[in-house]
């Protein structure tokens, strides 16, 4: 299994310290951007992102969790990101932001919140890079993961399957030892944050899923 490390819970007043060398081993960086009104939390800009950007050759997963995604493109393509990812359910129009993304040359994602259904992006899926699945309420890192996310990730790997389309399945939210295994078949990565990062051996607990 590939993942992609969520810094959200990080020391981020020692932050190399806290998650310099683990950054290293983990097969992406996924950034939560928030923005204190599509989620109920305020986290990081493209300023900490650039500022990161020297700490490892890894690909930066973008995650934005703002209301107007169409407006910030360009600032986090140049902090560094190779793959952003927006909500379906911001205030957008999907297509457009997907085209706006190809335009810098990197890779497009749609994110899904738990009560939203495959169905609502199925139009979308064959200009998709990725499809990040939310297994929790996006807005806080250490949630529990909802078990609905099972059956979209299942769905989208179908459909990825039988008219072959090019997008990565990713999951967000709660993703650990005991749940991934509920998933993994479906998936190309999963994110994972506190499991990892509020780890006593942080690069043992990243290695348990890698092995999955
Ligand atoms: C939630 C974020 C997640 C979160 C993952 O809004 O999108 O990326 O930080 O953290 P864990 O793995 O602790 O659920
Ligand atoms: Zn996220």
Sequence with gaps: ??????????????????????MKESDYIHLDVMDGEFVPNISIGPAFVKSIRKL?????DTHLMIRHPNNYIKE???????YITFHIEADCNAKEVIDIIHSYGIKAGISIKPKTSVKVIEELLPYLDMVLIMSVEPGFGG?????????????????????????????????????????????????????????EDQIKNLNILKNM
């Excluded at 310290?17 to 683990?22: A, D, E, L, P, T």
């Excluded at 490892?56 to 930066?60: A, E, G, R, V």
């Excluded at 986090?76 to 190779?82: D, K, L």
Aim: aromatic letters at 10%; hydrophobic letters at 40%; glycine letters at 6%.
């Design 1 to 22: 299994m590939k993942v992609s490390l969520s810094i959200l819970t990080a020391d981020f007043s020692n932050f190399e310290k806290s998650v310099g060398n683990v």
């Design 56 to 60: 490892t050759d890894k690909p930066f």
């Design 76 to 82: 986090f393509v140049e902090a560094g990101s190779q």
């Design 143 to 199: 949630q529990k993961f909802m078990p609905v996310a099972i059956d979209k990730a299942k769905e989208l790997k179908e459909l990825k399957d039988k008219y072959g389309y090019n997008y990565l399945i990713n999951i967000d939210g709660g993703i650990n030892d005991k749940t991934l295994p509920l998933v993994k078949d479906y998936l190309d990565l999963a994110v994972s944050g506190s499991f990892v990062c509020n780890a």
